[in-house]
């Protein structure tokens, strides 16, 4: 099972950026989708934005134009780009590894992202 490891969270203020690292232990480029999740304290885990092998992305309605997901398969890494970010950004984000849209294989350990003035 591959091990995920998140980086680059932290504080922000509203209307600033962050980028997210995870580093997987193994080659990515057999891994069908990789993919950020967020989970905000008492809801529940919610999709940020996925990416295909194929390099085509999916993103949660609520950061649509706002996120961008890339893989490097050369650094094993999947990134998240996040602009021009809210206060109800604030949330753990979890890394996470999949053979299908729906079929998720491995987690990170998660990693605070908050927003706020």
């Known amino acids: 099972q591959v091990q995920l490891t998140e980086s680059g969270g932290g504080l922000v203020q509203p209307g600033g950026s962050l980028r997210l690292s995870c580093t997987a232990s193994t080659s990515i480029a057999s891994i069908s989708v990789l993919g950020w999740y967020r989970q905000a304290p008492g809801q529940e885990r919610e999709l940020a934005a996925r990416?295909?092998?194929?390099?085509?992305?999916d993103y949660g309605n609520s950061v649509k134009g706002r996120f961008t997901i890339s893989r490097d398969n050369a650094k094993n890494t999947v990134y998240l780009q996040m602009n021009n970010l809210k206060p109800e950004d604030t949330a753990v984000y979890y890394c996470s590894a999949g053979r299908s849209w729906c079929e998720i294989d491995s987690w990170g350990q998660g990693i605070q992202v908050t927003v706020s003035s």
């Open positions: 990416i295909a092998r194929s390099g085509s992305p």
